[in-house]
């Protein structure tokens, strides 16, 4: 019986358009990966690997920067 009812509340929703009216959140990935990176690139550059460590930062960079783009998209939503 209560599965009934919860297929119908969420098959109304679904139909009313009201149903998700949260706004788009991420999870925070890309600073994760960023942070990542940026250990890479600087146990690289102690190490010697000038190649590897510019790389690395490059990405993390990249990271940052699209996790800031997606953390202001999601306050603005």
């Known amino acids: 019986m209560a599965t009934t009812t919860i297929a119908a509340s969420a098959e109304y ?13 991420f ?8 942070v990542i990176f940026f250990i890479i690139a ?11 460590a510019g790389i690395s930062m490059t990405v993390a960079k990249w990271f940052v ?6 953390a202001v ?5």
């Not at 999870?27 to 960023?34: H, K, M, P, V, Y």
């Not at 600087?42 to 590897?52: F, N, P, Q, Y």
């Not at 998209?73 to 939503?77: E, M, N, T, V």
């Open 27 to 34: 999870s925070g990935d890309f600073l994760q990966w960023a």
């Open 42 to 52: 600087i146990v690289a550059a102690v190490l010697g690997a000038r190649g590897v």
């Open 65 to 70: 920067i699209i996790f800031l783009v997606l």
């Open 73 to 77: 998209i999601s306050l603005l939503l």
């Open 13 to 25: 929703q679904l139909l009313s358009g009201f149903g998700n009216l949260a706004p788009l959140q």
